[in-house]
C-alpha cells in the first residue's frame, strides 16, 4: 500500500549512534548549541554532506489582522559536513498571493557556529541581507545566505510563515537527502474544522500523541451555511494539538527507474473534510463526485469550457468541415490545436488565461491547451472530458480526493466505444498517444463523478527492432546495412532532435556515437511526420580495424549493446519503475567472409525472469557459410518489487556479459 493513515506503524529505520546531547532533538533553542555537537556523525551515510540535527515545526490557527489564519513556524539546525554542505545555508523561501493577500515570512533569524581556538564563534544574519525576489504577479520568494558557513559548521535558520486563510495546512517531510536526527511537527486543530491526515513513507514515529485544550478565535464567517453575509465572529473552542517526532531518519535519494522520492519519503499533509458553525456542517471535497462538482463550476476549469463558446462553435466548424466519422472530427481538431497553438510549457491544473485568449493568441499553458481541446471536441459533439492526472515526477495520487496530488490536464475523447487520450500540448505527439511523464497510474476523468482511470507503465508496451547485414568487401573492411525502428518514445526523441537539428544534426550524432571504429553514410529516417508511429532509421555503415588478415574480431552488437549494468547499486529499498513494458529485438545476418572459418562463436542462451515476468534470449549459429544472431530481452511488466531488485540485477549481469561476448574468425589454413 502506497499511503498509510499515521495512526499505523510505519516500518522500522536504521539505528545509529551520535553524541547524546543530540538524541533530544525536541527540546532545540536558537542559539543554544552544546560543544558535543560539533562532533555529531552518522555511521549509516558516511558519506552524507550535512547532517540534519534537528528540526521542529508547527502549525496553529491564529487571528491575524482580524481574521483567522494559519501560523507556520520552523527551525533547523545543521552540521556540514564537507563543502558540498554549504547549499544548507542558503535558505529560500516561497510565497503565494491568495485573493489580495500575500503570504507573509516573519521573524526569520539565521546562525552559524564555528570552533575557533577552542572557543565557539556565532555569526549572526543582518536583516539588510534577506532578499526578495519576485516570480510572478502570484508570488515571491524570500532568499538569504547564512554567514560565516564553512565545513564542520553548526548552522541554524527559523522563520514564521502567516497564510491569510484557513483551509490549508502546511505539510511536513519527517526525510531529506541528509540524515536527520530528529524532526517533529505539531499541529492544533480547532475543533469548528475537520482535516483528512494523510501518512506515508517507511519510519516509525517515536512521538505520536495528541492533547486538547482551549483557545480563542475571532474571525469573519458567512452564518447559515454560506446563506448569510460575511459577519465577525468570537469564539472560544476545543483545540486538539497532534505531535509527531521521528528520531535517525535515514536519508532518501532519487535512484534510477523511480517515479519520483516524493512517493516514498516519509511525510504527513492535510485536507480540509468539513467545518462546522453553529451547527451547521459543510463539506470540502471530501469525496470524488464533491471534488469534480467544485472543478466543473470552477472559472478557471470546467466553467471555462462552457463560457461564451461562440467562438468555439466557429473554429469548431471550419476544422471539421467535411469530416464523416467522429475518429476524422477528433483527428482534425486534435491536429489543428497541437500545430496551431504553442505550448509555454507551464503546468497548471486551470486555465492560466481565458480560452478565447489562448485561441487568439495561439499559446497557451498545457492545461490552457488541452481544455480548449475538450471545449472544440464538444463542440463537435464528441464526448469528451478532461482528464486530471500527477507525473512521475510530482508523485503517485492519492487514494484520497485531495486536489493537490495533481499537476497535469490531459484530454480523453470517447470513440466507438473506446477512450482515446490526447495531449495537444506536445505538436509531435500521435493521436492517443501520450508522454511518458503521465504514465503515472490513479488519474480521474473530470466528469460527474470522478471516473478512476489507470494510465500506468505497466499499460504502455514499447518495441524496439533493430536489423543489421554485413559482410566483408574487397578492400578487406566489414561493410553492411543498419535499419531500426526503435520504439515510440526513442522516435519522439528523434523528431524532436531533427526538428531541432535537421536531418544533418541528426547525422552527426550517429557517426560521433560510433567514433572512428564505424563510419555511416547515407542515413535517412523514414516516417517523421507519421506521428502515430515510430520512425524508421536506415543507414550504410563501415566497420575500421576488425583485426589483421588472420584473425577478425566482430562485435555482433553494433553498439547497441548493453555496455553496464543499468542497476548499479548493490540494494534497493524501493520498486524498479520503468517508463514502460519493454521488448527489444536486434538480429544480424554476418556473411563469413571467403576463405575464412569460424573460430570462436558466443553460445546461445536463454534467460528467464521470474518465471513468466521476462526473459532474455540470444541464439546465433553458423549457417550456410553465414552467421545469423539474435537478441532480444522482452519484459511483461514495468514496475517491479524491492525482492525483485537483486534477481533483476542478476539478470541485466547476464545480458552485459553475453551482449559483450565477440565473434572470431580465422584464415583458413
Not at 8 to 26: E, K, N, R, T, W
Not at 318 to 331: C, L, P
Not at 336 to 360: E, I
Amino acid at each position: 500500500m502506497r499511503y498509510q493513515s499515521v495512526a499505523l506503524a510505519f516500518i522500522a529505520s536504521c539505528l545509529l549512534s551520535v553524541a547524546a546531547v543530540a538524541q533530544d532533538g525536541s527540546k532545540m533553542k536558537f542559539g543554544k548549541v552544546d560543544p558535543a555537537e560539533f562532533n555529531l556523525s552518522f555511521d549509516k551515510d558516511t558519506g552524507a554532506h550535512a547532517i540534519l540535527i534537528s528540526e521542529i515545526g508547527s502549525s496553529s490557527f491564529e487571528t491575524t489582522k482580524g481574521d483567522l489564519g494559519v501560523v507556520f513556524r520552523v527551525h533547523r539546525r545543521y552540521k556540514v559536513v564537507d563543502k558540498a554542505g554549504f547549499e544548507y545555508g542558503e535558505v529560500s523561501i516561497s510565497l503565494d498571493k491568495v485573493g489580495r493577500d500575500m503570504e507573509e515570512v516573519s521573524k526569520i533569524k539565521a546562525a552559524s557556529y564555528n570552533m575557533e581556538n577552542g572557543k565557539m564563534v556565532t555569526s549572526t544574519l543582518d536583516s539588510k541581507d534577506i532578499f526578495t525576489e519576485k516570480v510572478d504577479d502570484m508570488g515571491e520568494i524570500k532568499k538569504f545566505a547564512i554567514p560565516g558557513v564553512k565545513v564542520g559548521s553548526i548552522i541554524e535558520y527559523s522563520y514564521t510563515i502567516t497564510y491569510p486563510y484557513w483551509h490549508l495546512i502546511p505539510a511536513w517531510k519527517f526525510q531529506h537527502s541528509i540524515p536527520t536526527l530528529w524532526s517533529e511537527y505539531t499541529v492544533g486543530i480547532p475543533e469548528f474544522t475537520r482535516f483528512m491526515r494523510v501518512g506515508q513513507g517507511y519510519i516509525d514515529f517515536e512521538v505520536n500523541s495528541k492533547r486538547d485544550y482551549r483557545a480563542s478565535y475571532n474571525f469573519r464567517y458567512e452564518p447559515q451555511g454560506g446563506a448569510g453575509a460575511s459577519q465577525n465572529y468570537t469564539m472560544t473552542a476545543n483545540v486538539t494539538e497532534f505531535r509527531l517526532g521521528a528520531r535517525n531518519v535515514m536519508p532518501i535519494r532519487p535512484e534510477s527507474f523511480i517515479t519520483s522520492v516524493n512517493n516514498y519519503v516519509a511525510q504527513i499533509k492535510f485536507q480540509l473534510a468539513a467545518t462546522n458553525f453553529d451547527g451547521v456542517e459543510k463539506a470540502y471535497s471530501n469525496t470524488w463526485p464533491k471534488l469534480m462538482e467544485e472543478l466543473n463550476k470552477n472559472q478557471e476549469f470546467g466553467a471555462a469550457m462552457e463560457k461564451n463558446n461562440n467562438f468555439m462553435d466557429n473554429t469548431t466548424n471550419d476544422i471539421i468541415k467535411g469530416a464523416t466519422t467522429d475518429e476524422e472530427k477528433a483527428r482534425r481538431i486534435f491536429n489543428w490545436v497541437k500545430s496551431n497553438v504553442v505550448c509555454t510549457d507551464d503546468r497548471a491544473l486551470g486555465t492560466t488565461q481565458k480560452l478565447k485568449t489562448t485561441l487568439t493568441s495561439k499559446k497557451g499553458a498545457v492545461s490552457d491547451i488541452n481544455l480548449l481541446l475538450v471545449g472544440l471536441l464538444r463542440r463537435a459533439n464528441l464526448n469528451a472530458y478532461p482528464v486530471i492526472l500527477s507525473t512521475r515526477d510530482h508523485g503517485y495520487v492519492s487514494f484520497y480526493p485531495l486536489l493537490s496530488s495533481f499537476n497535469y490536464v490531459i484530454a480523453v475523447v470517447e470513440i466507438d466505444g473506446q477512450q482515446v487520450k490526447l495531449d495537444a500540448s506536445h505538436p509531435l505527439l500521435g493521436f492517443n498517444k501520450l508522454m511518458p511523464e503521465t504514465y503515472n497510474g490513479d488519474a480521474r476523468v473530470v466528469d460527474g463523478i470522478g471516473t478512476a482511470i489507470s494510465i500506468s507503465a505497466d499499460s504502455l508496451r514499447e518495441i524496439a527492432i533493430t536489423t543489421i547485414s554485413m559482410e566483408r568487401n574487397a578492400e578487406g573492411a566489414f561493410v553492411g546495412k543498419f535499419q531500426k525502428r526503435p520504439t515510440y518514445l526513442q522516435s519522439y526523441n528523434i523528431r524532436n532532435t531533427i526538428k531541432d537539428k535537421k536531418l544533418e544534426g541528426y547525422k552527426e550524432s550517429l557517426q560521433k556515437a560510433f567514433g572512428e571504429e564505424i563510419e555511416i553514410s547515407n542515413a535517412t529516417v523514414a516516417d517523421l511526420d507519421s506521428l502515430d508511429a515510430s520512425v524508421m532509421v536506415d543507414y550504410d555503415f563501415k566497420m575500421n580495424n576488425a583485426g589483421n588478415d588472420d584473425i577478425l574480431y566482430i562485435k555482433p552488437m553494433m553498439g547497441e549493446e548493453y555496455k553496464h549494468n543499468i542497476f548499479k547499486s548493490e540494494e534497493r529499498k524501493f520498486p524498479v519503475e520503468m517508463n514502460a513494458v519493454m521488448d527489444e529485438i536486434y538480429t544480424l545476418n554476418l556473411a563469413i567472409p571467403e576463405g575464412y572459418v569460424v573460430d570462436e562463436l558466443p553460445k546461445s542462451s536463454m534467460v528467464k525472469f521470474n518465471d513468466d515476468e521476462g526473459f532474455f534470449q540470444y541464439l546465433i549459429q553458423d549457417v550456410g557459410g553465414r552467421i545469423q544472431m539474435r537478441s532480444r530481452i522482452k519484459f511483461n511488466k514495468a514496475t517491479f518489487l524491492p525482492e525483485d531488485y537483486a534477481s533483476l540485477r542478476e539478470f541485466y549481469d547476464v545480458v552485459v556479459k553475453k551482449q559483450a561476448e565477440q565473434i572470431v574468425l580465422k584464415k583458413k589454413a
